[in-house]
């Protein structure tokens, strides 16, 4: 999630073919038959390699719906493995469709680019983690805690930040690679391991105890989530979006992958909008009036997504936290279908 | 007047006194010769004594008596403190290591280009095998052909298998045997041209080396994968494998050009002339006189240009290519089976299985230099 040169290097190349898009995605994905969606190179719950070598995970369900919207098909999708540095380059160059890969949304990515972020998958931050027998509750106890944190990342200067404003006394020890974090954690050299929340989540796993830790409440920074397209074809940017709004409002409305078909029949009218039963709201996207069905059926809801990879019951066993849907005191909202 | 004794037959030998014999002799000689050699012994001691246990009990299963988990173990039992290396989780993501993406329901194809390729390549490289002919032309070019149909598919009724899908040690035997097959004669070729009269062909032929050998391998995957597809018409992509396999043997071939340049000077002024002088073409006194024998010289070189190529192909994993390497990084976040020493099992497979294929390359490279030896041993 950090800039490099190169992408900067390239944002000026980017402007100038970002320009000349292709308004055509949709025509293109229906002749080739396929979605060419790029993944991360394995980041647990987001998007790795299940048992099975399929592709597996909260953002790579993204990318299912958005072929189960087209195609009335989740498999219908192919997957490019790529790196930081190339996945910019790759969405421009038309050599995927749409980018679902830990990409944390800022302005400078999302003007400069020449790409567009249709929303937030997962609300990620920066947090803490430290042992269950010390009995921290909030951060806000950690003045004067031994922090392990990997040196020259924006983590360093997040807590930093953090500590300076809450008044707290900033004890740090800096580490330069990630594994030795953790290990100098996992010894017992710091009281706090800080990072993202997702990825404190997916070390902790690893640890012969996961139950020995505990990740505080707090999250002291931003790093929203998302999908990505290119910019200038509005029709596929209103495909993905839609694609993402309406596995949150299949959630909202409680309407499942296992009782989707019985919803057919209920006498909610935001239900009947959303499955097609009364209105057409595919027509204007490019799609069948059942695109939403469809996602649903193949893929579930948000929730289940979020359950299904990443939730509570998952060996990552994240808390819905910020993502919970808006009603339930989180941040994920979608505009009404109507 | 004393009688002279004289023995009528020989002393029976006796066997050497034990201080200098045996096990004792051979410790005395070797590891307790002087001061220094016996506090050197003591410390190699020591240094074993510390390190041997933990990583046999890293290595071996609780059977061996070690702290390893054996495969068929479960991720539970790879999950306490002071864990050993969980082999079962190589174990159950080891097709995930082999062919990485690739369909479990069509292993059948790369199973069988890899057997065609041990039946091919076995008879090619053990000398006393006839029809090298028939069996070079199977490998080289019906061999190559048959294996990108029969795993790409979509001929013959064969399900296509897009090359994102290819993976693991497929991907990495696949790059490696292209650039190094690839790589000898596009390099034989940079190296003549080097030595070339004509201007033209010398001036270019310096140029592609210079360039290659000057930037590192993965500046230019990262041109490939990155600033390529910027620079082609919209809508129109190369396949990233085949711009990896491009890259990587353009690169090695410069560099062979080189080890082959230093066997070509290696030859005095008079084997060329000699050839000139007999009216042989150019080509036939490179081909029959000049490169058999700089070849030979250079057998070393070119191997440890092939054991470095093998393992730099591990380098395309930075550009999103699935070779083993990165099916083992990919696979080491596996959260069914987080585990203390899940990373450090996968690299350490990774690193054995690279490990046989040089060592294997190595020791072949030796058994050749033995047999092309014809009066030049040292």
Known sequence: ?338 | MSIAFVRTDMAPSQSPPTRSSGLVGWARKNLFATPVDTIFTIIGVLFLIWAVPPIYGFIFPTSLGGNAVAPGGTVEQCRVENAGACWAYIAARFNFFIYGFYPISEYWRPNIVFAMGAVLIVPLLWPAIPYKGINALLFFVVFPVVSFYLLNGGVFGLKPVPTEQWGGLMVTLIISLVGIICSIPIGILLALGRQSDLPIIKTLCVMFIELWRAVPLITVLFMASIMLPLFMPQGMTVDKLLRALVGVTLFASAYLAEVVRGGLQALPRGQYEAGASLGLSYWKRMFFIILPQALKHVIPGIVNNFISLFKDTSLVSIVGIFDLLNTVQAASSDIDWASPTQAVTGYLFAAFVFWIFCFAMSRYSLFMERRLNTGHKR
Not at chain 1, 90 to 100: Q, R, Y
Not at chain 1, 143 to 149: F, L, R, Y
Not at chain 1, 294 to 322: C, M, W
Request: charged share 20%; net charge negative; with cysteine.
């Open chain 1, 1 to 338: 999630m950090q800039k490099t040169l190169l992408t900067i290097a390239l944002s000026a190349s980017l402007g100038l073919t970002a320009t000349a898009a292709h308004a055509q995605t949709l025509e293109a994905v229906k002749e080739k038959g396929y979605v060419q969606c790029g993944v991360t190179g394995g980041v647990p719950g987001f998007s790795a390699p299940d048992a099975n070598n399929n592709w597996a995970g909260l953002e790579v369900d993204f990318c299912r719906a958005l072929a189960a919207a087209i195609f009335d098909d989740a498999e219908a999708v192919r997957y490019t493995p790529l790196t930081s540095q190339e996945r910019f380059a790759a969405l421009s160059a038309g050599e995927i469709d749409v980018l679902s890969r830990t990409t944390t949304w800022t302005m400078s990515r999302d003007t400069d680019l020449g790409i567009s972020f249709i929303g937030t998958m997962y609300y990620d931050g920066q947090g803490f983690m430290v042992r269950k027998a010390d009995e921290i509750a909030s951060s806000l106890d950690l003045s004067g805690a031994a922090i392990c944190i990997e040196s020259g990342t924006t983590t360093e200067l997040n807590a930093a930040d953090y500590f300076a404003a809450n008044n707290l006394e900033f004890n740090v020890v800096v580490f330069t690679d990630q594994d030795e974090v953790v290990k100098a954690f996992e010894d017992g050299r710091c009281d706090v391991y800080t990072t993202d929340a997702s990825a404190l989540a997916a070390e902790r796993s690893k640890f012969a105890n996961p139950d020995d830790y505990i990740i505080l409440p707090e999250i002291i920074s931003k790093e929203p989530l998302g999908p990505v397209v290119r910019q200038g074809d509005s029709t596929w940017f209103n495909i993905a979006r839609w694609t993402y709004f309406a596995l949150l409002e299949a959630e909202e409305l409680g309407v499942t992958q296992a009782n989707v078909d019985e919803m057919l029949g209920a006498d909610n009218p935001s239900i009947k909008r959303l499955l097609g039963v009364e209105g057409d709201f595919g027509a204007p996207i490019g799609l069948t009036a059942d695109w939403a069905y469809r996602i649903i059926k193949h893929v579930g809801n948000y929730g289940e997504s979020f359950d299904r990879h990443v939730g509570p019951a998952t060996q990552i066993g994240l808390a819905r936290g910020l993502n919970a849907l808006w009603k339930d005191g989180g941040l994920q909202y979608a505009p009404p279908i109507r």
